[in-house]
């Protein structure tokens, strides 16, 4: 038996959700097909998907074809629910990337595509919704060619389309025309083929089609089906092509177990469930996993069920290629990799969230409830990123947009029974280093010293180009490191790491650090029992942040803030109105450009002014003006920085951070200490 791990992606309302049903149907899994709008469909399922008739997770449903088991992962098409993508992409061996015949490839689309194509995610385009009126597949054809960049070949031709009747002819063999356009489409990118084909040899369809999956699978040619997932036009072809063109994988059994958790679900009696897509080898009943590489504990696998036909399975146990369900992985966090995966390259494929509110309970009484809850669903979606405001014990979310602050809004509601207000949406700004900074604390030689930390932290931070992420790097000798606490040099990296990565959550304005290079220059401790009492872990990962923050201090930070790149396409006649409201938004407007009654025009603008944008739009351009916006990066932010309130203890100010270091046994100068017994 062979697996595929699909996709399904597209812009939000592309009818992915209707799609699936479709392909479910067409598979025998279902015998009756759901509507979206009447939220009756597999994989649309919680209750304000049904009632919104919008997805908002990520499902995972199974179908079989020929000898194949295709996993279908049916995701969000919202940009405010893009997290829900990110988590997902890990899983994919192809994807469908599904465009309406009618609205055409849209920004969204043009997100998908960039971060498929980053990812090597071979793809088909589905282009749906031929059955309705103004739908137009040469238009989108071409737009497909020329917005993404790629070639493509059209494997059926619509017929009747823009009416409820809409058909499609499936291109054969003994079509001439295709066979024409799938010549050129596969020669531009096979030597031996063009060579053949410019001597005047017949080709066969045959390896003409192996060229074509030979060359989807590389993603130098995108197979395009046209069609109507409402009536089920065109989704014969593109089945088939699904289990004739993307790359199948027959199950590599052998070797230790490698996966990745992608989503992570409860179960009926609130034990955790995780979601493993297997990359290598079996997991089986009772095999003990450690989660990542940087985890300390074991988990033991309790429970395995299988995707297959529609449903979850009980077994033994898992394969490459599969998804499954596994139970007892009590430390699983979405995105931990195990085995040899554990030690892939980790990047975000999206940009983060831009804005942060604060979440407030309308009763106080329900401020512990509330605190329980969004820790759950920060579990089920950790770019949420609650945090909590210990001086004001306020809570903070961070967020894309208003939707998904309506979804969590229904969903404490609902779920829950909190009502909730949101406060103070603010765009959630980073920090990145000025110059180069260095800072050392030494172990205390002596008792009067009135220095707690039973060790010697030497860091430097240096600053690294936009969107490099955060660095950590070791300069110290193997003699520096206290092998009596960790048992590894690479144990002390990862804790050292993750204790810098942690420090730098909170700058010297409150937000984020990134793009910057951590490297540890000086460690030094003492070793029981000759020395008592030893150097421990504690005093490496509390005297981290008051070397960090001080190396910060020396280099200083500039505070940045999210910023947007809007497109606007309106009517030509407002071209004044709308540059004057850019101006008053302090947006950066490009050229605008005129073709026709029409124009369009591209402009910068703060996250935080982007609201303030789209909702004068409609009144400015009579309701035919369209805004679209991507994330573009992240600028200095003009004149005072803002800063925001600290979360938990505060390094900058030490002897505000020694003082709440409550609960953990720092070692007071001039103390007697015990021996050992
Ligand atoms: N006429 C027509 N309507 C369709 C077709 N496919 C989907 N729709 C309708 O389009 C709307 C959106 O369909 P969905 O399947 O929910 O789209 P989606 O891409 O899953 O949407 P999100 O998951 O929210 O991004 C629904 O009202 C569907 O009934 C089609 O082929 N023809
Ligand atoms: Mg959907």
Redesign the pocket.
């Known amino acids: 038996m062979t697996t595929l791990n699909l996709g ?1 992606l ?12 479709r392909l479910l149907y067409a598979a025998g899994v279902i015998d009756e097909i759901g ?3 009447h939220g009756t ?1 597999q ?2 399922s919680l209750t304000l ?1 049904r009632q919104r ?4 997770k990520s499902a995972v449903v199974s179908f079989i074809v020929d000898d194949v088991t295709v996993n279908l992962v ?5 940009p405010d ?1 893009i997290a829900e993508v990110e988590r997902v992409l890990d899983v994919f061996d192809g994807a469908v990337l ?1 465009v ?2 009618v609205e055409g490839v849209q920004s969204q689309t043009l997100v998908l595509h960039r971060v498929l194509h980053r990812l090597g995610v071979p793809t088909l385009f589905f282009v ?5 009126i103004g739908a137009d597949h040469r238009r989108v054809l071409d737009a497909i060619a020329e917005r993404l960049g790629v070639t493509t070949i059209a494997m059926n031709v619509p017929r009747d389309i823009g009416t409820h009747g809409a058909d499609v002819i499936a291109s054969t063999p003994n079509d001439i025309d295709f066979f024409e356009a799938l010549t050129d489409a596969v020669a531009v990118n096979d030597e031996q083929i063009l060579h053949r084909y410019l001597a005047g040899e017949q080709l066969t369809y045959d390896q003409l089609h192996a060229a074509l999956a030979a060359q989807t699978a590389a993603r130098l040619v995108h197979p395009v089906y046209f ?5 089920g ?1 065109g989704v014969n072809e593109l089945v088939a092509g699904i289990v004739d063109l993307l790359p199948t994988r027959i199950s590599d059994r052998t070797g230790a177990p490698s996966g990745t958790v992608f989503k992570i679900e409860r179960g009926p009696n609130r034990e955790k469930v995780a979601l493993v897509r297997m990359f290598a080898g079996t997991l089986t009943m009772r095999d003990r996993i450690r989660l990542s590489a940087d985890a300390s504990d074991e988990d033991r696998v309790t429970a395995i069920r299988v995707f297959e036909r529609g449903t979850r399975s009980p077994r033994r146990s898992t394969v490459a290629g599969e998804i499954a369900e596994v139970g007892g992985l009590s430390h699983a966090r979405i995105g931990d990799r195990f085995g040899l995966a554990a030690d892939r390259g980790r990047h975000h494929a999206f940009p983060p969230p831009t804005l942060e509110t604060s979440v407030v309970p309308r009763d106080p009484r329900d401020k512990p409830a509330l605190f329980a809850a969004l820790t759950d669903l920060a579990e089920q979606d950790p770019l949420i990123n609650l945090r909590r405001d210990d001086t004001r014990n306020e809570l903070f979310l961070s967020l894309y947009g208003e939707v998904q602050r309506e979804i969590v809004a229904q969903t404490l509601g609902a779920d829950h029974g909190i009502e909730v207000e949101f406060r103070s949406v603010t765009p959630l700004c980073i920090e990145r280093p000025l110059r180069h900074g260095s800072a050392i604390e030494t172990i205390p030689r002596h008792r009067s010293s009135t220095r707690p930390f039973l060790a010697t932290v030497g860091l430097t931070i240096a600053p690294l180009p936009p969107g490099a992420g955060v660095t950590f790097a070791l300069d110290v000798k193997v003699g520096e490191i206290p092998m009596h606490v960790f048992d590894t040099v690479d144990a002390f990296r990862d804790v050292m790491a993750r204790t810098v990565n942690e420090a730098l959550h909170q700058g010297l304005n409150g937000w984020n650090v990134t793009d910057c290079a951590v490297t540890m220059t000086h460690s030094d401790y003492q070793a029981p029992p000759r020395k008592w009492p030893g150097t421990t872990l504690s005093d490496y990962r509390l005297l981290t942040p008051l070397v960090l923050m001080d190396a910060l201090t020396r280099a200083g930070t500039a505070v940045c803030e999210p910023v947007l790149e809007a497109h606007l396409e309106f009517p030509a006649d407002v071209l004044g109105e709308i540059m004057a409201t850019l101006i008053n938004v302090e947006a950066v407007p490009g050229t605008p450009e005129i073709s026709g009654r029409w124009c369009t025009l591209d402009a910068e603008v703060r996250a935080a002014r982007l609201h303030d944008l789209q909702s004068r739009v409609p009144d400015l351009t009579r309701g035919e003006g369209v805004l679209e916006s991507a994330f573009a990066g992240y600028r200095p932010v003009h004149g005072d920085p803002p800063s925001r309130p600290r979360t938990d203890r505060n390094p900058l100010n030490r002897a505000d951070y020694l003082r709440r270091l409550k609960g953990i046994t720092l070692r007071e100068p001039g103390r007697t200490r015990t021996k050992p017994r």
Do not use: Q, W, Y
Request: proline content about 2%; cysteine-free.
């Open positions: 399904i597209a812009h939000v309302d592309a009818g992915k959700t209707t799609l699936t049903e509507r979206v709008d469909t994989t649309d998907e008739g919008i997805t908002i049916d995701t969000p098409g919202h629910f599904v309406s015949a749906n919704k031929i059955d309705r069609g109507s997932a409402m009536t036009a």
